[in-house]
């Protein structure tokens, strides 16, 4: 099985790795690989490249000192080695454990912490807490590093080994250092059950209209629609369409929702290795084509975020506010694996309408507005948001870096 995600390999903490956005599962059209059966047939060329392998196989099998060894790990260790040496960190096996809790999260619940995070420079980094979730109440945010979990050092772990001992069933706790611009501080934080409702809207006391999406999922176009469906039937002056902490998600997930913004025309690119390039477009039938349009981003918007406010802009349908974006520009394809474990590898690069690539220096908003940093919460102004209805109003932009 196999299918397409714009998700960074980042995992979710508590519930296995985030940006890994709404799957479309297919039959892959590569058979999975059996080290011990015959799933496919080896490659006569690959007999003397594997010879190596079986020997050293053989070996741990008859002369290590402590039998009998566990099959299972040394294959699935075999198989982190082989993609961790192609040097993608979005190039990843998943056990089976780690392959059900993906899926789960993708249906739109999960059990944990609700916080993406993915390992940069052997630092296990928060991408982005999740609305309303255990990790946002406790305030984590966008680049905050774990150092610590229950007293284990995190710094240098596997990603998803890391992640395993953060994530854990609702109810219980756990303690957490967090380092934050060079200070570090403990956090407890008690997990929870997490339902994720993808998308919403509402109407601002500005007659502007207001939509969230938290992350492109199996059930965030449908629940995309229902929002503008309710917002446009109020005829507002205008749109913002909220994209911060929204780590990304699926393909044909973002090239829908994109639809319903954009007129016909190009909404990303898929450039392959061997030169070939897949299109994707829009059609002439979305809800909200024509409507000013703010789209608001930041540190924590990464992936098919970056897809549809990249296309939105080079499209000219709206301007982008906040903070310059993640920086995800790679495309991965998820196969199921015959022990019900997942790879992801990553096949493509994509790019804007502009044909602009966004990998590792992401989106730069039009206009750079910062959150204010407070301590009480009650104090706290959404400066972007104020940006964002200010613009639509045809009034000044207060606090803008540029």
């Known amino acids: 099985m196999k299918s397409r995600s714009f998700t960074p390999f980042l995992a979710v903490v508590l519930f296995i790795f985030g940006f890994s956005g709404g799957y479309v599962y297919a039959q892959s059209p590569i058979a999975p690989i059996s080290l011990f059966g015959s799933a496919i047939k080896m490659p006569e060329a690959a007999n003397e490249t594997f010879a190596p392998f079986w020997e050293v196989w053989e070996l741990v099998h ?45 249906d739109g619940e999960f059990q944990g912490i609700g916080a993406t995070v993915e390992s940069v420079d052997g630092a296990i980094t928060v991408v982005s807490p999740i609305d309303g979730s255990p990790a946002e109440a406790a305030g984590l945010q966008p680049g905050d590093i774990l150092r610590m979990a229950d007293g284990v050092d995190l710094t240098g772990m596997d990603l998803l080994e890391a992640v395993s001992l953060v994530r854990g069933p609702a109810g219980t706790a756990v303690s957490l250092q967090i380092e934050r611009d060079g200070e570090t501080f403990e956090v407890e934080i008690t997990r929870d059950v997490i339902e994720l409702i993808s998308a ?116 000219g349908r709206g301007i982008l506010i906040g903070q310059t974006s993640f920086g995800k520009g790679t495309v991965q394809t998820w ?7 997942g ?12 044909e602009n690539w966004v990998h590792e220096t992401g989106l730069d908003p039009d ?20 940006a964002a209805i200010d613009y639509l109003l045809g009034k000044p932009i207060v606090g803008a870096e540029n």
């Open 62 to 106: 008859t002369r290590y000192y402590e039998q009998p060894v566990n099959d299972e790990a040394l294959t699935e260790g075999a198989i982190d080695g082989m993609l961790a040496s192609l040097d993608d960190p979005h190039t990843r096996y998943l056990s089976p454990q780690d392959e059900a809790a993906t899926r789960e999260r993708m």
């Open 200 to 315: 919403r809207g509402e109407m601002l006391d500005e007659g502007v209209a207001y939509v969230r999406i938290t992350q492109f999922g199996n059930r965030t176009a449908a629940e995309l629609e229902e929002a503008l469906t309710a917002v446009m039937s109020q005829n507002p002056t205008g749109l913002i369409l909220d994209l911060r902490h929204n780590p990304g998600g699926g393909l044909d997930t973002v090239v829908e929702i994109a639809d319903q913004f954009l007129p016909e025309g190009v909404v990303l690119e898929e450039a392959f290795g061997d030169g070939r390039v897949n299109t994707f477009e829009s059609t002439a039938k979305g809800l909200a084509e024509n409507i000013p349009m703010v789209v608001l981003i930041d540190e924590g918007s990464a992936s098919a975020s970056e897809v549809l406010a990249g296309a939105i802009r080079d499209r």
């Open 335 to 341: 196969h199921g694996l015959s022990n019900g474990g």
């Open 343 to 354: 790879v992801r590898i990553t096949i493509a690069r994509w790019l804007t309408p502009d």
């Open 367 to 386: 206009y750079a507005i910062s959150l204010p940093d407070v301590e009480n919460q009650d104090d706290f102004e959404d400066t972007q948001l104020q």
